[in-house]
C-alpha cells in the first residue's frame, strides 16, 4: 500500500501539462482507489485487533477473606478527617479483633461466596486457555538471571543500597499492620502502599530525612 500511495503520489504531483477529460478522469479514479484501500486496510486491522480482544480470557479478581470484606464495608464508618491513612487501618484492626465471632460471620459467608466466584471463574478461565499470573511471579521471572553470563557479570560486586523513605516506612508499619489484622503479606503490602500515597507530606519527612542519613553514612563508608 506505502509502495502504491508513492507510486500515485508522483503521479499526481507532477506538472499537470495537458489536462485533457480523460486525464483528469483516471486522476479521481486513482485517488478513489487509493482511498478505499486505506480503508479496507485500517477496517482489518481494527477487526483483528477486536478479535485478539474477544479472544484473550481476562484474568478473573482474586477472592478477599473477611476482614478485607469488613474493612472495604466499614472504612468509610471508622475514617474521620483528621485520621491518616495508618490510623483508620489500625482502627479497622482494633475493631475486627474486638468482634464475636458471631458478628464476624456476615463477612465470612461474603467471604465464603467470593471465594467460590473465584473457584467458578477461575475454571471457566482455564477451560478458555488462561494462565493466572501474579505480580510476585511476574517479579519473579523477570529478576531470573539468563543462562548465559559474561566473566565481568559474574564478577561484578553488588553494590549495598541506602534504604528509601518508603522502605523505612514500611519496616515501621509492617509488623503493626500484622499486629492489628490478619492480612496476608501481599495484601499487607498493599494497603501500607496505599497509607503511603494518602500520608501527608509532613509526616513523610520524618521518613526521608532518615533515608537521607542513611545515603550519606553509606556514601561516607565508601570515602572511608
Known amino acids: ?47 483483528l485487533h477486536l478479535r485478539l480482544q474477544v479472544a484473550t480470557p481476562v484474568q478473573p479478581k482474586r477472592a478477599s477473606n473477611a476482614y478485607m470484606h469488613f474493612a472495604a464495608e466499614k472504612r468509610n464508618e471508622y475514617k474521620k478527617p483528621e485520621m491518616s491513612a495508618a ?4 482502627t479497622l484492626g482494633e475493631a475486627w479483633r474486638s468482634m464475636s465471632e458471631a458478628e464476624k460471620v456476615p463477612f ?24 493466572m499470573h501474579t505480580k510476585a511471579k511476574r517479579a519473579k521471572e523477570a529478576k531470573k ?35 492489628s489484622s490478619d492480612l496476608k503479606a501481599s495484601m499487607a503490602m498493599k494497603e501500607i502502599a496505599k497509607e503511603w500515597k494518602e500520608l501527608p507530606d509532613a509526616k513523610k519527612t520524618t521518613f526521608m530525612d532518615q533515608a537521607a542519613d542513611a545515603k550519606a553514612a553509606l556514601a561516607a563508608s565508601y570515602v572511608a
Open 1 to 47: 500500500l506505502a509502495s502504491i500511495c508513492i507510486i500515485f503520489r508522483g503521479m499526481c504531483a507532477s506538472p499537470p501539462v495537458m489536462m485533457t477529460p480523460r486525464l483528469r478522469r483516471q486522476r479521481q479514479q486513482t485517488r478513489l482507489f487509493i482511498a478505499v484501500v486505506a480503508t479496507l486496510v485500517a477496517l482489518a486491522s481494527n477487526f
Open 87 to 90: 490510623q483508620v487501618a489500625k
Open 108 to 131: 465470612m459467608r461474603k467471604a465464603a461466596d467470593d471465594k467460590k466466584r473465584f473457584e467458578e471463574a477461575l475454571a471457566a478461565f482455564k477451560e478458555e486457555g488462561g494462565v
Open 145 to 179: 538471571p539468563s543462562k548465559v553470563k559474561t566473566r565481568t557479570s559474574e564478577k561484578k560486586p553488588k553494590k549495598p543500597r541506602a534504604a528509601s523513605a518508603y522502605n523505612l516506612f514500611v519496616k515501621e508499619r509492617m509488623p503493626e499492620l500484622k499486629k
